[in-house]
């Protein structure tokens, strides 16, 4: 793997007078560190300027007769405050082989240069340990519940988060659970501790006639609980690729007060070009809050290609940071008063209309 770190900034540039949207990349020249990923760094201060709005006179809020605190059952959370309000955020495009041992210790290695890069929030890539194929997935299954041998995965992720003490969102791997098998993405805090694990709720079932067919539940089953959890950078919701085609689960996560979204996803050479960036930015403008996907580099060679383009979208739907499909490492920075500040310019949370539908959180208010 090549030393050079490219650099690259990517912005989106909203002009709120014409209502027109245009993109830019400015390219910075390759710096020479030592390294063993290509690192791409976007600069949240060129970024965010570009947003700000003019002082202007909102027009009176819609009139609360409308209900809209009824839009949500349980009513929504009000975001609570984060334990940090900016930091930065690393997704690594890791690329995987039928090697279990290299894989673990390659996500290791990316772990530990992102965080001599700053992040102090890691996400890694869905299916990151293995290859991504029917045959495959029950071999390297682990008992993520037994721990130590039994999932050396995780038991790396645990030993990486304490020594580094870094939150690491662990993508997923195949979990072993009685005679079940569960797409499952692990969360670690600072201490080393399991802290969250969400099992993948919508199972990849699709089939695109001379494109793709692909049967998820042929071998994973289905998890049943949404998961939002308390970090050290804040409250986040857990997806799984296809999880994501899916608002109303994004809809329960931001009722349930959550800062970001996370989805380690390996979408496909058919749905990516088409969906992969769309669904995250409708996601984090219909919620109004940011989006990090993480993807496994591309594979011309597997029996399953991804599509990469790993990405971190912003509250405002725009794109913060994101690569292409070669193996690298994403950084960019997290500012979650943008979250404040875009909620006050397009005051969505007083303008539902609780009197015409309503978003019920069925394990919300069994909990209450």
Not at 111 to 128: D, F, H, N, R, T
Not at 198 to 219: A, Q
Not at 302 to 323: I, K, R
Request: glycine fraction near 6%.
């Amino acid at each position: 793997m090549k030393a050079a770190i490219s650099s690259l900034i990517s912005s989106r540039n909203f002009n709120l007078h014409q209502f027109s949207l245009s993109r830019s990349i400015f390219r910075q020249p390759s710096l020479l560190l030592p390294s063993h990923f290509p690192v791409i760094f976007t600069g949240a201060n060129l970024i965010s300027h570009k947003f700000r709005f003019h002082s202007i006179k909102s027009s009176p809020i819609m009139a609360s007769s409308f209900s809209p605190e009824q839009a949500r059952s349980p009513p929504a959370l009000p975001l609570p405050i984060p334990p940090v309000t900016k930091f930065k955020i690393a997704l690594c495009q890791l690329a995987v082989t039928a090697d279990k041992q290299r894989n673990i210790e390659h996500a290791r290695k990316a772990i530990e240069e992102a965080v001599e890069k700053g992040a102090q929030l890691v996400v890694l890539p869905e299916i990151w340990n293995c290859p991504y194929s029917h045959d495959s997935l029950p071999l390297y299954a682990e008992d993520i519940e037994a721990g130590g041998d039994a999932s050396p995965s995780t038991a790396m992720l645990s030993e990486v988060s304490r020594r580094l003490k870094v939150t690491i969102i662990g993508g997923s791997i195949v979990e072993r659970s009685g005679d079940k098998f569960y797409n499952a993405s692990c969360v670690f805090g600072t201490d080393g501790k399991l802290k969250a694990k969400h099992r993948k709720i919508h199972l990849f079932d699709i089939d695109i006639p001379g494109k793709i067919t692909f049967i998820e539940s042929k071998t994973i089953a289905a998890g049943q609980t949404p998961t939002v959890v308390d970090t050290e950078v804040g409250r986040i919701g857990i997806g799984i690729c296809y999880d994501i085609r899916f608002p109303e689960l994004a809809m329960m996560y931001a009722a349930r007060g959550a800062h970001l979204i996370c989805y380690p996803g390996a979408f496909n050479m058919t749905t990516g070009p088409l969906h992969w960036e769309l669904l995250q930015r409708a996601r984090a403008v219909d919620n109004q809050l940011y989006v990090a996907t993480c993807s496994p580099a591309r594979n011309a060679d597997a029996s399953y290609v991804a599509w990469g383009h790993s990405t971190l979208v912003g509250p405002f739907g725009e794109v913060l940071a994101t690569t292409e499909h070669d193996e690298a490492i994403v950084i960019s920075e997290i500012d979650y008063s943008f979250i404040e500040l875009r909620r006050t310019n397009l005051p969505l949370l007083k303008q539902r209309r609780g009197d015409l539908y309503q978003l019920v959180d069925v394990q919300g208010l069994k909990s209450e």
